[in-house]
T-cell receptor, first 113, second 108 residues
């Protein structure tokens, strides 16, 4: 199994509070992704990174920011959480872009009350 | 209309049956992924293919680029195959678009 760890696994927070989710990999893969999974939707890309300090927006990036200061860590921050951001968040990694095998973290269940 | 459509949305089978899950897409792609999401939520990659067919154990994935269609087959299905199966396509700019998934339940 690929070495990819998400933390926390579960979080409950209140509307308006900042939240940071962490994705840590030990595979030295260049690409890292944050997705959210909601009923009635496929996985949707929030942000992705193609290298240290190199990030770009996905299709549902509003209200989220990311940072990648080291190859192994990719942080997702909700600056001011809203109830619409209640979701399951998945981190994924790949050696290069989408034409390489993807490895997923175990997911983070986030509830914003 | 979604760029990636999976059918059926839900599938119930008896142990031992041959299973087919379909994925149709509407954009030009460079590759297609099949993923499996376990009841506990974890997601694993089953196949990545850009042409033809791939086989791994009881799983077979095929793709027809001209018809914009892929199928995932499971032979001799088993209750442990119960999971959500997700198709994802890689289109321009290496963008990944995911289907909503097919919930498979295999009864003993």
């Amino acid at each position: 199994d690929a070495g990819i760890t998400q933390s926390p696994r579960h979080k409950v927070t209140e509307t308006g509070t900042p939240v940071t989710l962490r994705c840590h990999q030990t595979e030295n893969h260049r690409y890292m992704y944050w997705y959210r999974q909601d009923p009635g939707h496929g996985l949707r890309l929030i942000h992705y990174s193609y290298g240290v300090k190199d990030t770009d927006k996905g299709e549902v990036s509003d209200g989220y920011s990311v940072s990648r200061s080291k190859t192994e860590d990719f942080l997702l921050t909700l600056e001011s959480a809203t109830s619409s951001q209640t979701s399951v968040y998945f981190c994924a990694i790949s050696e290069s872009s989408g034409n390489e095998k993807l490895f997923f973290g175990s997911g983070t269940q986030l509830s914003v009350l | 209309k979604n760029e990636v459509e999976q059918s059926p949305q839900n599938l119930t089978a008896q142990e031992g049956e041959f299973i087919t899950i379909n994925c149709s897409y509407s954009v030009g792609i460079s590759a297609l992924h099949w993923l499996q999401q376990h009841p506990g939520g974890g997601i694993v990659s089953l196949f990545m293919l850009s042409s033809g067919k791939k086989k791994h154990g009881r799983l077979i994935a095929t793709i027809n680029i001209q018809e914009k269609h892929s199928s995932l087959h499971i032979t001799a299905s088993h209750p442990r195959d119960s999971a959500v199966y997700i198709c994802a396509v890689v289109s321009s700019g290496s963008r990944l678009t995911f289907g909503e998934g097919t919930q498979l339940t295999v009864n003993p």
